[in-house]
Each structure stands twice: as structure tokens, then as C-alpha cells.
T-cell receptor, first 114, second 113 residues
Framework: AQSVTQLGSHVSVSEGALVLLRCNYS??????LFWYVQYPNQGLQLLLKYTSAATLVKGINGFEAEFKKSETSFHLTKPSAHMSDAAEYFCAVTRTDSWGKLQFGAGTQVVVTP | DAGVIQSPRHEVTEMGQEVTLRCKPISGHNSLFWYRQTMMRGLELLIYFNNNVPIDDSGMPEDRFSAKMPNASFSTLKIQPSEPRDSAVYFC???????????FGEGSRLTVL
């Protein structure tokens, strides 16, 4: 079975500072990995995805993530935080060998301070 | 292109009443998922369909919950009878590509008094 662990349920970052959200996955087969963002009172929106092509994946709003198989990690980064980045972020994993369910992490709430 | 459409956006009901949540997936998508989100339990997958057929309903909490997908463009999630602990945001999501990503609706916020 697949699973993801997000380290830190809350992260506070200053505007202009680096955003780093950690995600580690567990999967018995090669995974597809995703980061989603949820703004208040909205659904989840895809930020980026890893689908076994390039290990460094660029997404929307200046975010990127790197797939590291040796570390079973898929951490999300953004060089310079903006106030509009305040939201909840979810890491998710699914198997590549069947179209089953997407397993989500518990989420990380990001607060951006001026 | 329209995204996943859910209705109602907000529902307030009394314990014991029947609740029906509706979802229209993105046209051409062949998989549909129902999730529940609460502060305590986060995002939980309730059930998902492939080509209108339920594949995995192991996340449905109990017999009070049921879901149907009569055709490729419509699904319902029904709770009968509803209880206060069912209060949550219910999300519908659809998938149609080859890389597993889901597209989510805006959610239906259910409050059971």
C-alpha cells in the first residue's frame, strides 16, 4: 500500500523567504506523486506532479519539487514566499501500475507573515 | 471548459434527515471520487468509480452512506439518516488522464444539527 507523510502540520514563513514543505512517501511500486494546494473554502488545486519523467518538477505559482528515490522524498519549495501562498498544501501518491486511489497526506498549513 | 460541479455548496439539516449531494464530473473523465474532509481526520476517500462502476467503497463509514453513478456525467452521495458527526466538507473529484491527477470540485459543506 502507498502512503505519504508530511512533516509539520503548520509552517510559518516570512514574506520573501524560502518555502520548504516536506513529504516522504512509501510505495511498493514506482509512484506518481502530486502536490495540491487548498485555499480557504475552496477545493484542491493541482500544483505539480511527478510522473517518472524529470525528477525536478516545476509547477504553478513558482513552486517546484524534486523526486529523490533514495530518500523516498518529494519536498516542495518556492524561493520567495508571497502573501498569496498562505494556504494548506497536500502531498499525494498513487501507484503507476493501476489506476487506484490517490492517497493524501495530512496537509501542511502555511502562514506567511509580512 | 467547466470543472467539476458540486451541489449544494452548503447544506444545513437536522439529525435524522436525508441528505443528497450531487456531482457532475468533467466531461470525458472516466473516474470519479468522493472525499470527506474534517479537521480531525483530514481528507478521507469514501468511494470511487471507474466507468460508472464502484471500485472501492471501503471508506464509506457505514450503511447510512450510499453513492451512485447512474451515468458518466452524474453522481450522488446520500446520507440517510444523517447524524451530527457527518458534518464535514464533501468533495467530488474526477480523473480522465493517464497520470493519475484528480480535479476537484469546490465541495459541499454539510452541517447536521
Amino acid at each position: 500500500a502507498q502512503s505519504v507523510t508530511q512533516l509539520g502540520s503548520h509552517v510559518s514563513v516570512s514574506e520573501g523567504a524560502l518555502v520548504l514543505l516536506r513529504c516522504n512517501y512509501s510505495s511498493s511500486v514506482p509512484p506518481y506523486l502530486f502536490w495540491y494546494v487548498q485555499y480557504p473554502n475552496q477545493g484542491l488545486q493541482l500544483l505539480l506532479k511527478y510522473t517518472s519523467a524529470a525528477t525536478l518538477v516545476k509547477g504553478i505559482n513558482g513552486f517546484e519539487a524534486e523526486f529523490k528515490k533514495s530518500e523516498t522524498s518529494f519536498h516542495l519549495t518556492k524561493p520567495s514566499a508571497h502573501m498569496s501562498d498562505a494556504a494548506e498544501y497536500f502531498c499525494a501518491v498513487t501507484r503507476t501500475d493501476s489506476w487506484g486511489k490517490l492517497q493524501f497526506g495530512a496537509g501542511t498549513q502555511v502562514v506567511v507573515t509580512p | 471548459d467547466a470543472g467539476v460541479i458540486q451541489s449544494p455548496r452548503h447544506e444545513v439539516t437536522e439529525m435524522g434527515q436525508e441528505v443528497t449531494l450531487r456531482c457532475k464530473p468533467i466531461s470525458g473523465h472516466n473516474s470519479l471520487f468522493w472525499y470527506r474532509q474534517t479537521m480531525m481526520r483530514g481528507l478521507e476517500l469514501l468511494i470511487y468509480f471507474n466507468n460508472n462502476v464502484p471500485i472501492d467503497d471501503s471508506g464509506m463509514p457505514e450503511d447510512r452512506f450510499s453513492a451512485k453513478m447512474p451515468n458518466a456525467s452524474f453522481s450522488t452521495l446520500k446520507i440517510q439518516p444523517s447524524e451530527p458527526r457527518d458534518s464535514a466538507v464533501y468533495f467530488c473529484a474526477s480523473r480522465g488522464g493517464t497520470t493519475g491527477e484528480l480535479f476537484f470540485g469546490e465541495g459541499s459543506r454539510l452541517t447536521v444539527l
